[in-house]
């Protein structure tokens, strides 16, 4: 089942959309503030997230810029053209205007896990025996999953998107600044040993080479 996470300080609003979820057969979580609901972001995954705009503590528009990878569907009552068009560029993927139809919101919502699906799809990449999932961030080794941090699942996203090609400390660090902030040349080599301390677990084989003075790749 899906997981849609509820961003909303209306009550009413709230379980209104929270009784439509669950009737087409959505897991539901809450949030009723912007703290609140940052909060929850940082602990868990979830499928979708429909938010409110004006909300207390932190505002809709701050979480949007903060949100990455999850499908995020404005429900406000603000109807102004700058505002939805401030909202989609910030990286929201839809808009809606309250009061809202619940078959449209249950439309709307269905093409974004759709659009999610797909790109996860795409987003999943294989190399000899290994496969790199989107979701929540999974290696396979020989079909035996390996749990990485969000700083390792960049670090193998770079290398085994190109597998033949030796990436250099500086390039790798450039590729996965967009997906962390907690890694510089420093910490790279420590990274990696834990990446490949967590494959030996599962595997004797080693799939990571590193070339000296320049930086690394996938081993042929």
């Not at 929540?136 to 700083?151: F, P, Q």
Request: proline share 2%.
């Amino acid at each position: 089942m899906k997981k849609i996470l509820i961003v909303e300080d209306d009550m009413s609003i709230h379980q209104f959309i929270e009784e439509l979820l669950k009737q087409n057969h959505y897991l539901t979580y809450h949030a009723y503030s912007g703290s609140e609901a940052m909060l929850l972001l940082k602990n868990a995954k979830y499928d979708c997230i429909l938010l409110d705009l004006m909300l207390p503590a932190i505002h809709g528009e701050e979480i949007i810029k903060e949100v990455k990878d999850i499908p995020i569907i404005v429900l406000s009552a603000k109807s102004g053209s700058e505002d939805k068009v401030n909202c989609l560029l910030s990286g929201a993927s839809d808009y809606m205007t309250k009061p809202f139809d619940a078959n449209e919101l249950l439309a709307r919502i269905e093409v974004q896990l759709r659009k999610r699906s797909l790109h996860d799809k795409a987003d999943t990449l294989k190399y000899k025996d290994l496969e790199l999932l989107n979701d929540h961030r999974t290696l396979l080794v020989n079909h035996k999953k390996i749990s990485l941090t969000k700083t390792e699942y960049a670090i193998c996203k770079q290398l085994m998107a190109n597998p033949k090609q030796v990436i250099t400390k500086n390039k790798l660090l450039d590729c996965i600044s967009m997906d962390t902030e907690d890694c510089d040349e420093n910490s790279l080599k420590v990274h990696i040993s834990h990446i490949r301390k967590k494959m030996k677990r599962v595997s004797e084989e080693a799939y990571i080479e590193s070339v000296w003075g320049i930086g690394f790749k996938m081993k042929d």
